[in-house]
């Protein structure tokens, strides 16, 4: 009797062992992965640069008289309209220049309608063999000579009268003042900066591009129309600004780059110059194409040719996938064959993979 329980408890130990066996050969735990459903949409090609914020328009303003400045009628900053009052010269010293011109001019007539009545007398007297040609050609140097320095005269009144009305010194545009050269107190002279002033209400984003990049713009439509651009500015993270990309450097610079202006309103003046701007540049779209995102790629990108993925198979393995790739843009590229829409490949640990792997698919995007 105590033989058979002895049996009976061996046979139940060999069946346990057994079951013990069979649970060390279960499946691998799956890997967690993120992955992205193949789907149609657009495919855009653009180009992105950067650059710096200029005003659109920055007017140097240049005195046009010889003078001290009086008084400067404007702040650093301050916003004018055309027309209104930026700098005050002294005016004294132009007083005292016209009427000084003025006061020479009246005496040099005199002295002309005298020497012009001796020529005259003069010129009677030797056409007639009166006086010698030496001396009416000294009545006629005469002559000449007071009726250049009156016109000298005149020219100088003229210019000290015109100077008169320049004593005020007006904005020719509108704009805000943002550079001063100048204090209470100085002398000018004709030509001498005093203000810079610029139009704030649109501004451009200066960026410099390669001939190859040029070459990928429709330079006819940016000449006619514009394109459209998307920009991001340093100093205001988050926002984005719509602008208008319509002018394109005709020659390159030393450097062989380019220059393109996107142009965009700046109503608040909110951008200033010298501020960093970003700016993408869509010059294509290719339409309901099926695409992927570049991160699930496992090999080097090239146009047409060959490239692996990991795809979620319907069982939730890991399966190696051939595929060939055609268009692409910073973030996605166009599947030509390989894939279908609704296809599921790994972007996150696809390098940790391999064949047949179960997976747990805890981010997906479709």
Same mark, same amino acid.
């Given at each position: 009797?105590?033989?058979?329980?002895?049996?009976?408890?061996?046979?139940?130990?060999?069946?346990?062992?057994?079951?013990?066996?069979?649970?060390?050969?279960?499946?691998?735990?799956?890997?967690?992965?993120?992955?992205?459903?193949?789907?149609?949409?657009?495919?855009?090609?653009?180009?992105?640069?950067?650059?710096?914020?200029?005003?659109?328009?920055?007017?140097?303003?240049?005195?046009?008289?010889?003078?001290?400045?009086?008084?400067?009628?404007?702040?650093?900053?301050?916003?004018?309209?055309?027309?209104?009052?930026?700098?005050?010269?002294?005016?004294?010293?132009?007083?005292?220049?016209?009427?000084?011109?003025?006061?020479?001019?009246?005496?040099?007539?005199?002295?002309?309608?005298? !020497?012009?009545?001796?020529?005259?007398?003069?010129?009677?007297? !030797?056409?007639?063999?009166?006086?010698?040609?030496?001396?009416?050609?000294?009545?006629?140097?005469?002559?000449?000579?007071?009726?250049?320095?009156?016109?000298?005269?005149?020219?100088?009144?003229?210019?000290?009268?015109?100077?008169?009305?320049?004593?005020?010194?007006?904005?020719?545009?509108?704009?805000?003042?943002?550079?001063?050269?100048?204090?209470?107190?100085?002398?000018?002279?004709?030509?001498?900066?005093?203000?810079?002033?610029?139009?704030?209400?649109?501004?451009?984003?200066?960026?410099?591009?390669?001939?190859?990049?040029?070459?990928?713009?429709?330079?006819?439509?940016?000449?006619?129309?514009?394109?459209?651009?998307?920009?991001?500015?340093?100093?205001?993270?988050?926002?984005?600004?719509?602008?208008?990309?319509?002018?394109?450097?005709?020659?390159?610079?030393?450097?062989?780059?380019?220059?393109?202006?996107?142009?965009?309103?700046?109503?608040?003046?909110?951008?200033?110059?010298?501020?960093?701007?970003?700016?993408?540049?869509?010059?294509?779209?290719?339409?309901?194409?099926?695409?992927?995102?570049?991160?699930? @790629?496992?090999?080097?990108?090239?146009? !047409?040719?060959?490239?692996?993925?990991?795809?979620?198979?319907?069982?939730?393995?890991?399966?190696?996938?051939?595929?060939?790739?055609? @268009?692409?843009?910073?973030?996605?590229?166009?599947?030509?064959?390989?894939?279908?829409?609704?296809?599921?490949?790994?972007?996150?640990?696809?390098?940790?993979?391999?064949?047949?792997?179960?997976?747990?698919?805890?981010?997906?995007?479709?």
């Amino acid at each position: 009797m105590i033989l058979r329980i002895s049996s009976v408890f061996l046979v139940i130990l060999l069946l346990v062992g057994c079951g013990s066996k069979k649970d060390s050969k279960l499946a691998p735990p799956a890997i967690k992965v993120g992955a992205y459903e193949a789907q149609k949409g657009d495919l855009e090609q653009a180009l992105d640069v950067s650059g710096t914020l200029k005003f659109q328009a920055n007017t140097t303003v240049a005195a046009e008289v010889s003078a001290q400045i009086e008084s400067i009628d404007v702040a650093d900053g301050q916003f004018v309209e055309a027309g209104d009052v930026l700098l005050t010269f002294d005016e004294a010293k132009i007083r005292q220049t016209a009427s000084e011109a003025a006061a020479n001019l009246q005496r040099d007539e005199a002295l002309l309608t005298f !020497h012009k009545a001796e020529w005259e007398k003069n010129k009677a007297l !030797h056409e007639s063999g009166s006086i010698s040609q030496t001396q009416y050609d000294q009545k006629l140097s005469a002559y000449q000579t007071a009726l250049a320095q009156v016109e000298a005269d005149k020219a100088l009144l003229a210019k000290a009268l015109e100077d008169q009305a320049k004593t005020k010194v007006k904005a020719p545009i509108s704009g805000v003042v943002s550079k001063r050269y100048v204090e209470k107190g100085d002398w000018v002279s004709p030509g001498g900066r005093l203000f810079q002033i610029s139009e704030f209400s649109r501004i451009y984003l200066e960026a410099f591009i390669t001939d190859v990049d040029l070459g990928k713009l429709p330079l006819k439509k940016i000449r006619e129309t514009g394109l459209t651009c998307t920009l991001t500015i340093d100093s205001y993270p988050g926002a984005q600004y719509s602008g208008t990309l319509s002018y394109v450097q005709p020659t390159a610079n030393d450097m062989r780059l380019f220059e393109i202006r996107i142009y965009l309103a700046n109503p608040d003046m909110n951008l200033l110059q010298g501020m960093v701007g970003r700016a993408r540049i869509v010059y294509a779209v290719t339409p309901d194409v099926l695409r992927i995102p570049l991160r699930a @790629l496992l090999d080097e990108l090239r146009n !047409h040719s060959p490239n692996r993925v990991v795809v979620v198979d319907a069982e939730q393995k890991a399966r190696l996938t051939t595929i060939r790739v055609g @268009l692409q843009n910073q973030e996605f590229a166009e599947v030509i064959e390989g894939l279908k829409p609704g296809d599921k490949v790994v972007t996150v640990g696809k390098e940790v993979l391999s064949e047949g792997q179960p997976l747990q698919v805890v981010a997906s995007k479709e």
